[in-house]
């Protein structure tokens, strides 16, 4: 999204809510009692606290309920000193909670110097107005805060009675030697707010200069004894972002202490005076992390609507480049697979990843009618042993039921995993089901697994692999597509699967792996 197209859609989201500010009705208790009773629950401490106060004074703006991500954020934030970076996906609400809300909630207990950052200074000043038009006409805070009043008010300043500054400033102004010009004071707190923009994605180099500007610059100009804090909103939507960028140099940081250091679905990251938390839509199991914005049921649509890559970015937090080796426009899919008679022959194929930490448990299913490969189950999951045994139980007896002498079956067994079906079996006769590791084909490669990656690379280009919509194709699809870096363990049960075909002849896309690292 480009940086004007952002500047549009915030000015838009902004003039929304100061539209129903002052339609917003007061307390309908007045007493005194009533308000001490809100604002001491509003000023505590903690989530609660934040909670409270979001609900009670903003709901307006946060109609929904909070996810447990929302509460994730805010502690992460609170607790964390230096530079704390959140990314999360389109609608979280990273700006409006973190960066906008909390400024107000801070102010109301006590914050006297906040400086806003963005790509622009027209964006910084519509968030420094945004929290003006909150002081001036939420009638909620004016019935219960009496002196929370503005006495002075430019483009780029707001100054309060209380003598509390709101500043913007542009990511390309500098703000050292910024004093409070009535305390004497540094800025307490700066919120950068999407400082990246479209122009980032062509050069690295301008993603460095914008973190060497809030890592250098601006850290370098508050005070070296407070207790200050850059907070930092944005997204993983690039790898030439200063976002990606800063998250890079943290895990960088965190493989020198620890080697095999992956960082996979954990949310917070610290290292050094630095921290980054990552809120992706979906949790490992597919589902969405906040049903009441996005319903899980809709993700596939949503899907559809960003597309493969954009989705990847905008909604996953994973900087994609969509042309490494396998393209987005690749993969294929069906709407309903052909019927059983006209299926010549059936593979499902597991790689169970047994005891390799972080890494997904694969489970493929393809169908073969004589022109091309069906993908018809694809479940790729970070999670236990034992959901992968009964997804491939229940996959292995359904297969076996429609297709009967036509399916067959195999399990990557290489590097010690053959124990693997033992405990498959000793799993099935605890759960009254009858054993079938004697059905299933034990599958030993040794071969570089980027190999048989890159060999499936016609196979897909030309269309003869089809996949379904829904299930974890999102999460094949994503795997493919930032190959190969990241996980690629979905991409290696598919190229096991189609290798159990005869008619699949990987002797044709012989090819050695490419290395796209630098």
């Known amino acids: 999204m480009s940086g004007k197209k952002f500047t549009q859609r915030q000015k838009k989201r902004l003039a929304d809510i100061a539209a129903k500010t002052p339609r917003l009705q007061g307390f309908e208790d007045n007493s005194p009692r009533a308000i001490n009773a809100r604002v001491r629950k509003a000023t505590g401490e903690g989530w609660e606290a934040f909670e409270y106060f979001c609900q009670q004074y903003l709901p307006h703006i946060f109609p929904l309920p909070f996810c447990a991500d929302h509460r994730l954020m805010f502690e992460e934030v609170e607790k964390h000193r230096g530079i704390t970076a959140v990314t999360g996906f389109r609608g979280l609400g990273k700006s409006m909670l973190i960066i906008l809300a909390r400024d107000i909630w801070k102010i109301l207990k006590g914050m006297k110097f906040t400086v806003h950052v963005a790509s622009d200074i027209e964006l910084s000043n519509m968030k420094v107005s945004f929290i003006a038009n909150q002081i001036r006409l939420n009638n ?141 839509l979906e949790d490992s199991e597919g589902n969405s992390v906040w049903p009441e914005q996005y319903p899980t049921e809709d993700l596939p649509k949503l899907r559809r609507q960003f597309g493969p890559v954009g989705y990847q970015r905008e909604m996953l937090g994973r900087p994609v480049i969509d042309g490494n080796i396998f393209k987005a426009d690749w993969f294929q899919r069906y709407k309903y697979p052909p019927l059983a008679r006209q299926i010549r022959r059936v593979w499902l194929y597991a790689d169970p990843a ?127 597509l930032t190959y190969p870096d990241g996980y690629v363990d979905g991409p290696d049960a598919l190229a096991g699967c189609l290798e159990r075909f005869s008619e699949y002849d990987s002797s044709r896309h012989r090819v050695r792996v490419r290395s796209l690292r630098t």
């Not at 483009?155 to 509390?164: M, N």
């Not at 850290?219 to 993983?236: E, M, S, T, V, Y």
Request: hydrophobic share 35%.
């Open 140 to 280: 909620r805070l004016v019935q219960d805060f009496p002196d929370l009043q503005i006495i002075s008010a430019e483009e780029s300043k707001v100054v309060l009675k209380d003598k509390t500054i709101i500043m913007a400033r542009s990511i390309k102004q500098g703000i050292r030697g910024l004093f409070h010009e009535y305390l004497g004071i540094r800025p307490e707190e700066v919120k950068a707010d999407d400082i990246d923009s479209e122009a980032n994605i062509g050069s690295a180099r301008i993603g460095k200069r914008k973190l060497d500007k809030i890592m250098q610059e601006i850290a370098g100009a508050l005070d070296p004894g407070g207790d200050w804090k850059i907070i930092w909103a944005g997204n993983l939507v690039h790898p030439n972002y200063a976002m990606s960028q800063f998250a890079e140099l943290i895990y960088a940081e965190i493989r020198e202490e620890s080697p095999e250091f992956d960082p996979g679905h954990q949310k917070v990251l610290p290292s050094h005076g630095k921290a980054i938390i990552r809120i992706p």
């Open 354 to 480: 047994w005891g390799e930490k972080g890494c997904y448990k694969a489970i493929i299913s393809t169908a073969y009618d004589g022109s091309h490969f069906y993908a018809l189950h694809v479940w790729v999951r970070q999670t236990k042993l034992t959901r992968f045994f009964r997804y491939y139980y229940d996959a292995f007896m359904e297969l076996t039921r429609k297709y009967g002498a036509r399916f067959g079956a195999a399990m990557e067994v290489s590097y010690g995993q053959s124990r693997i079906l033992e405990d498959f079996d000793r799993w099935a006769k605890e759960n009254g089901l009858n054993p079938i590791s004697h059905r299933i084909k034990r599958i030993d490669n040794r071969e570089n697994k980027n190999l048989r990656i890159e060999r499936t690379e016609t196979t897909i280009e030309t269309g003869k692999v089809l996949f379904p919509d829904g299930q974890d194709t999102h999460i094949l699809i994503s795997q493919f």
